[in-house]
Nanobody, 124 residues
Framework: QVQLVESGGGLVQAGGSLRLSCAAS????????MAWFRQASGKEREFVAV????????TLADSVKGRFTISRDNAKNTVYLQMNSLKPEDTAVYYC?????????????????WGQGTQVTVSS
């Protein structure tokens, strides 16, 4: 059973920063590709960032490149999303996701496991 629990969301002013965390209850965490998605009100869920099993490879959506960073600590079974220079359009529920397949996350956008989400609100 895989459980993902996000934390760190909240209300921040435009230009500010937040760091999201996702704690994973996975026996073999270092075998999983981890990712962040987000869904704004009234919009479809969109891909934000992905990181490979040992952190050697990352990919970010164009809309967050240069502002967001994804990282992981396999010793703590945790993945992070550092968000800087936040904009009102970053307002969304942010979801942590996990899968054994890079392709299923990056190409199919259909990871097997999802967290419950954490709200991020950026005020102008």
């Amino acid at each position: 059973q895989v459980q993902l629990v996000e934390s760190g969301g909240g209300l921040v002013q435009a230009g500010g920063s937040l760091r999201l965390s996702c704690a994973a209850s996975i026996h073999t965490f270092s075998s999983y590709v981890m990712a962040w998605f987000r869904q704004a009100s009234g919009k479809e869920r969109e891909f934000v960032a992905v990181i490979s099993e040992h952190g050697a490879r990352t990919t970010l959506a164009d809309s967050v490149k240069g502002r967001f960073t994804i990282s992981r600590d396999n010793a703590k079974n945790t993945v992070y999303l550092q968000m800087n220079s936040l904009k009102p359009e970053d307002t969304a529920v942010y979801y942590c996701a996990a899968d054994l397949s890079w392709r299923r996350i990056v190409l199919d956008r259909q990871p097997n496991y999802w967290g419950q989400g954490t709200q991020v609100t950026v005020s102008s």
